[in-house]
């Protein structure tokens, strides 16, 4: 257990409004992480975080914004919900020691669905 | 442009088959390559890879890299039911990211 938490789990919402997906995490990592997961696509990267108020973009950014105030939130905003953003969103963190093997620890999703 | 292509899409196969999971990329500045389980929720783990021809094993599950031909190779032998997954494989680069292939749909029946 990476002692992650993802919120909402579940989200059904309608085009042009806005959305925003928490991660939480208990343990102080610097590193995190928001993918998106679409049948076929496997993980794509949205955004990440490098620290209080570091962001930047992965390759999928567009239409999604970031914010981290504190180390243990990372907070994923579509600010105007579009059909092609429904999806499964994954949050992740790298822990200390795990930056020359890449690997990463997963929350357990949030599915949104925009009708 | 950097890319990890995975085959088959799925693959359907019984109890007690062996399976081949392909994994291959093209990538620039390679750090390690990494394969990952998905069942219904979040991915878990399974191997990191940075040298050719050493193979890693877990149990049933073992995985190779090929860094001349630039590809792994996940085997599950014996499958089970809960060999059943999504299995994904992703490469990690000096910019110190994770970029993931589209990922091999396995399904084991009884």
């Known amino acids: 257990d990476a002692g992650i938490t993802q919120s909402p789990r579940h989200k059904v919402t309608e085009t042009g409004t806005p959305v925003t997906l928490r991660c939480h995490q208990t343990e102080n990592h610097r590193y995190m992480y928001w993918y998106r997961q679409d049948p076929g696509h496997g993980l794509r990267l949205i955004h990440y975080?490098?620290?209080?108020?570091?962001?930047d973009k992965g390759e999928v950014s567009d239409g999604y914004s970031v914010s981290r105030s504190k180390t243990e939130d990372f907070l994923l905003t579509l600010e105007s919900a579009t059909s092609s953003q429904t999806s499964v969103y994954f949050c992740?963190?790298?822990?200390?020691?795990?930056?020359?093997?890449?690997?990463?620890?997963f929350g357990e999703g949030s599915r949104l669905t925009v009708l | 442009e950097d890319k990890v292509v995975q085959s088959p899409l799925s693959l359907v196969v019984h109890e007690g088959d062996t399976v081949t999971l392909n994994c291959s990329y093209e990538?620039?500045?390679?750090?390690?390559l990494l394969w990952y389980k998905q069942e219904k929720k979040a991915p878990t783990f399974l191997f990191m890879l940075t040298s050719s021809g050493i193979e890693k094993k877990s149990g049933r599950l073992s995985s190779i890299l090929d860094k001349k031909e630039l590809f792994s190779i996940l085997n599950i032998t014996a499958t089970q039911t809960g060999d059943s997954a999504i299995y994904l494989c992703a490469y990690h680069n000096a910019g110190n990211m994770l970029t993931f292939g589209g990922g091999t749909r396995l399904m084991v029946k009884p």
């Open positions: 975080s490098y620290g209080v108020k570091d962001t």
């Open positions: 990538v620039t500045n390679f750090r390690s």
């Open positions: 992740a963190i790298r822990k200390p020691g795990q930056e020359t093997t890449g690997e990463l620890f």
